[in-house]
Structures are given as C-alpha cells and as structure tokens.
C-alpha cells in the first residue's frame, strides 16, 4: 500500500511529531509496509485453528492448603497498626494537599 509524503505530513500533525522533509520517503516507505503486513494479517484465516489447545474452560486450581509461610521480620515491625484486617501505614507527603 503506497503512501505518500503528504499523508506522513498529515500523520505526522496529528500525531503532533517533528518530522523532517529529508526523512519523508523513508517513513512513507515504512508506513507503507507496515499497512501491507496489516493487509496481509487481515487475510489470516483464524477460524480453522479453532478448537485446538486449551479448553476454554480453562485449568482446575489447586486447593490453597498448607500451613503458612512465617515472615521474615514480625508484623509489628514494618505494619504496627491494622484495622479490619488491612494494615495501616504512613500517608505519603506527594498525595497530600497544602491544605493539611
């Protein structure tokens, strides 16, 4: 597919990108592939591998038993507080406001 250096232009505004004369050709020559191997994606029959690999349903999961993992430090040294089960920790001074 053949495009030219006028539609690169246009691109090129749109895209709000630099681009300069001397370059023109060969992006028009680029995009022109690029669209050719789009083209020739199109054309790809992907109907006829269907029904091949994995069930759609997916795979079963594992049952989550076992004891747990002990953490390296405690929990009261990096998380000191909790409340209903999530740990609570320091506001970060980006997200507050010159307000508080």
Do not use: C, K, N, W
């Not at 006028?6 to 709000?16: D, F, G, K, Q, S």
């Not at 994606?41 to 690999?53: F, I, K, N, S």
């Not at 009261?76 to 507080?81: G, I």
């Not at 740990?87 to 970060?92: A, E, G, Q, S």
């Amino acid at each position: 597919m053949a495009i030219s250096e006028a539609e690169v232009r246009r691109i090129a505004a749109l895209a709000r990108v630099g681009v300069d004369e001397a370059r023109l050709p060969e992006l028009a020559a680029q995009l022109g592939s690029i669209l050719e191997h789009m083209d020739a994606l199109q054309r790809v029959d992907v109907d006829a591998g269907r029904g091949t690999g994995a069930p759609s349903a997916g795979m079963p999961l594992r049952d989550d038993v076992g004891p747990s993992q002990p953490l390296a430090r405690s929990r009261d040294s990096f998380a000191p507080q909790m409340y209903d089960g999530f740990f609570l920790v320091p506001r970060l001074a980006t997200h507050e406001t010159v307000d508080e």
